[in-house]
């Protein structure tokens, strides 16, 4: 435009047009603070050999990104969801907060087994990848070897490929399968090899 302004003129301008920020803390310092008292929740969609669609649900502890729960079925519903709520906070061990997107399965039972353990629910805002960004970043390093684990885990206990659901739970160093059987998941690690040729 070709006008010259004063410093001091545009600095008197932009301070009364400054927004303060809300007082508090933020989504990170808040993440830092109470990282030992919130768990994570998100879904993973893999898809077997035969094409169909499963679906594995995490819980990761913030702090540490040790998988907490992990359950896997074909279908989930929200009284599914809130059954594996209930199997992964056994004898009340349970954390403060617990993150989880906007997800539908994520409903009403979900909610009431989450209260009833006084577990306060953080639903995180739509497209905002970097709210859940560690459940987020683990599962992406999970994907490409969900399929392997799922195979290693029917070879291994006899589950038929048609069979609808199965439920899997990470405990310590083993992995417990619904039918019984356990198997130690570094086994599983270090006979991917194995499974991919046959």
Known sequence: MGMRVCKRTIQKYIRQAHITRPRGQNWATFLRNHAREIWAC???Q???LFFRSLFAFFITLL???KV???GVTRSPTDAWV???LREATPYGQVPRYLIHDNDSKFGPAFARVAATSSI???KTPSHAPRANAVCERF???VRPNVLIICLSCMRNTGIACSRPTWSTSITCDRIKVSNSKSL?????LFHQSRVVAR
């Open 46 to 48: 893999v898809t077997d």
């Open 63 to 65: 702090e540490s990104r």
């Open 42 to 44: 998100d879904f993973l």
């Open 68 to 70: 907490i729960h992990v």
């Open 184 to 188: 130690s998941h570094l086994d599983l």
């Open 82 to 84: 809130a059954q594996q």
């Open 120 to 122: 306060k629910l953080l």
């Open 139 to 141: 599962l992406g390093s």
